[in-house]
Each structure stands twice: as structure tokens, then as C-alpha cells.
């Protein structure tokens, strides 16, 4: 499996915006769904946010509902987050990963994932 790549990440004010981009080849990538997950330092990867193979249907974290967005762009194989409203909080190196297909797989499980990529950084200060 090619492991998919991140980008986007950066400094940024609290209020400001940034657009993430999760990049990967190949056909299980547009055939799956997607998510996104952060981790800060001393914690574990939480899940931010995923979207189905189709990009019909999206779930989102209570944290970032109403202020992150994600979608995707299968001719691109790109899966992306926009991130609005951004807080001090927000600051986490960002990931994205595949979903693997099983009865009993959890969106919001980073252990039912695979193909993860390095991560991008995002720093919001206030």
C-alpha cells in the first residue's frame, strides 16, 4: 500500500482558516472511506473527522462540528479538511488514513485505519 500524504498544515491566528489536502495513487484510496485524526503530544490520535467512499455521507467530531469540513475529489484522489473558525486548540500534527472495510470496523477507531501518512502540523495561536 502507498501511504497517503498530508499537506496544508501551518501557523495561524485564532479566526483564521486552513485547508488540508490528503493525498494518495491508486484505486483503494477512491474506493474507501477517509478520515482525518490529530494528536497532540503525550496523547492519542483522536478522530476528527471521515468521509465515505462517495463523499455523500461525512462524521464529524463534537469538537470541530460546524467549524471543520471534509470532502473529497476522487478524479484528484484527494480527500480534504477545511478547517474555519480555527482555536488554540486545534493545534495538532494532522493525519489522514483509510478506513478498512470489516462488519465491525469503527470510523472513529484510528486502529481500524491503515495507509497513514507523516502528518502536517497545525499551530493556532491566540
Known amino acids: 500500500q502507498v501511504p497517503v500524504v498530508e499537506s496544508g498544515g501551518g501557523a495561524v491566528q485564532t479566526g483564521e482558516s486552513l485547508r488540508l489536502s490528503c493525498a494518495a495513487s491508486?484505486?483503494?484510496?477512491?474506493?474507501?472511506?477517509v478520515g482525518w485524526f490529530r494528536r497532540t503530544p503525550g496523547k492519542e490520535r483522536e478522530f476528527v473527522a471521515r468521509?465515505?467512499?462517495?463523499?455523500?455521507?461525512?462524521q464529524y467530531a463534537d469538537a470541530v462540528t460546524g467549524r471543520f469540513f471534509i470532502s473529497r475529489d476522487n478524479a484528484e484522489n484527494t480527500v480534504y479538511l477545511q478547517m474555519d473558525s480555527l482555536k488554540p486548540e486545534d493545534t495538532a500534527v494532522y493525519f489522514c488514513?483509510?478506513?478498512?472495510?470489516?462488519?465491525?470496523?469503527?470510523?472513529?477507531?484510528?486502529?481500524?485505519?491503515?495507509?497513514w501518512g507523516q502528518g502536517t502540523q497545525v499551530t493556532v495561536s491566540s
Open positions: 488514513a483509510v478506513l478498512r472495510y470489516g462488519s465491525y470496523v469503527s470510523p472513529t477507531n484510528p486502529d481500524d485505519y491503515f495507509n
Open positions: 491508486g484505486r483503494t484510496f477512491s474506493s474507501r472511506s
Open positions: 468521509i465515505d467512499s462517495v463523499g455523500e455521507h461525512t
